[in-house]
């Protein structure tokens, strides 16, 4: 990669001033704060929301609804990191950011990791259009004849392809507002008709449920949003980093309230029989359950491109045929395209587990892509902070006295060694955010495979 050498030496150099911003690159966006905090917010959401009452179930309620609220935290934080290090080693891309901070080892792992996850990602996206296409189908147009693999193959190259030729996700930012504004009468009519059908079903308010790790990665993938974190910065027509902070953190707010709200409403109602689906704990007689099946169909196809730009970006980025970053015609990016998105088509077409993939995919790679990875290419580049520069200020701090001068910026103000308790603190959390990550990578996974 041309300038390697160059973008390494400035990630690692000490950078004081948190003004000193390396301008990017790529072309400029054109949405606002709020839009591009409504495409965060569609990424963060997508299907994931579906499974939280069943995860709440395998977590434990009280322990659930704790590491919903931490888990969010942690995703703000990763989604801040991963831009201010892009920043500091002047490049706006998930692939070249982990070169610049961990090598070739990390950018290799990276690019696989993404890959997997997020066709893993798009191919749960287009099994739930499928599913509750197909039901809906079945329900009013009993004599159609039409198949799932008919239906997801019909749906995705009329209603979805056409939205992913795009260079990044800043025009679907209306389609993103529609999708989450579908969301609001999901959650109505659940906590409405649920009651309904609740069979006098009692939850339990344990602490600590069956299935805690494999439930952490399920609420790993129901925060999975770092794929997106330079797609919808590219969008910003402000890219600074206060403005980049007031999109992503409303949207972390705004996911939680609403992952809170269905998670509740769903585990209260159903309890232990809460499925991966939540929508298919009801009957196929009931028409508001039904019209809340053909929004949620709506909104699962306006934020599948959400998941499919990063696997698009990383490929044609691993593959060098990126239009705007090698002298290349854009014709090798659309046929990229094509034959990604026909992979991921043919999969949800076979495929038909949901829980195990929610389970499976959040465990291995959205716990790495979105939590350890972040945490560690900002560790590396995105912070001046480190153990050794703690323990030397400390030492030298030992020995000040009053009579000690103290060292001065050029504009006279006392100069610390570059480390404000602002960003100890934020080093501290990237520690936090890495352990996390690979806890639930780990042992998570293991337990899906080992475990009851």
């Not at 259009?129 to 239906?151: E, H, N, Q």
């Not at 042992?443 to 080992?450: A, D, E, K, S, V």
Request: hydrophobic letters at 50%; a neutral charge; glycine letters at 8%.
């Amino acid at each position: 990669m041309n300038g390697t050498q160059d973008v390494v030496t400035t990630a690692l150099n000490p950078i004081c001033s948190s003004d000193e911003e390396p301008s990017d690159t790529q072309p400029s966006g054109g949405a606002s704060t709020t839009k591009v905090a409504f495409n965060v917010l569609n990424t963060i959401l997508g299907s994931g929301i579906l499974c939280l009452p069943y995860a709440l179930h395998n977590a434990g309620f009280i322990f659930g609804l704790i590491m919903l609220c931490i888990i969010a935290l942690l995703s703000q934080f990763a989604l801040y990191a991963l831009v201010i290090t892009g920043k500091r080693t002047g490049t706006a891309h998930f692939s070249t950011v982990a070169h610049a901070a961990l090598g070739s080892f990390g950018y290799h792992v990276l690019n696989v990791s993404m890959v997997v996850d997020m066709v893993g990602t798009v191919i749960l996206y287009l099994i739930l259009v499928g599913d509750l296409s197909t039901s809906l189908i079945d329900i009013y147009f009993p004599k159609s004849g039409l198949t799932r693999a008919t239906v997801i193959f019909a749906v995705s190259t009329t209603l979805v392809l056409p939205q992913l030729f795009f260079r990044n996700t800043g025009p679907l930012a209306r389609l993103s507002i529609l999708a989450v504004l579908c969301l609001p009468y999901i959650i109505l009519v659940v906590a409405i008709r649920a009651p309904l059908y609740s069979d006098a079903t009692v939850p339990e308010f344990s602490f600590f449920g069956p299935r805690v790790l494999p439930a952490m990665g399920v609420l790993a993938f129901t925060y999975s949003s770092c794929h997106a974190a330079f797609p919808n910065y590219l969008g910003l027509k402000d890219r600074s980093t206060a403005s980049w902070m007031r999109a992503s953190s409303s949207a972390t707010l705004g996911a939680s309230a609403i992952s809170i709200a269905f998670a509740l409403v769903g585990y209260l109602s159903f309890g232990s029989k809460a499925g991966a689906n939540i929508l298919a704990n009801f009957p196929d007689s009931d028409n508001y359950i039904n019209f809340g099946r053909l929004l949620f169909t709506v909104s699962v196809l306006l934020t599948t491109p959400m998941g499919f730009y990063p696997i698009r970006d990383t490929v044609t980025e691993m593959l060098k045929i990126d239009s705007t970053r090698y002298n290349v015609s854009r014709i090798w990016e659309s046929l990229c395209t094509l034959a990604l998105f026909a992979l991921c088509v043919a999969a949800a077409a076979v495929c038909t587990d949901l829980g195990l993939a929610y389970e499976l995919i959040g465990s291995l790679t959205c716990s790495m892509i979105n939590f350890l990875l972040p945490a560690l290419v900002y560790l590396w580049a995105g912070t001046d902070v480190s153990l050794g520069a703690l323990l030397r200020k400390w030492r030298r701090s030992s020995y000040v006295t009053e009579q000690t001068p103290l060292l001065v910026e050029a504009n006279g103000k006392p100069l610390h060694g570059c480390m404000s308790f602002n960003q100890v603190s934020l080093w501290v959390l990237a520690w936090v955010v890495a352990g996390f990550g690979l806890w639930v990578m780990v042992l998570g996974t293991y337990n899906i495979r080992y475990g009851n």
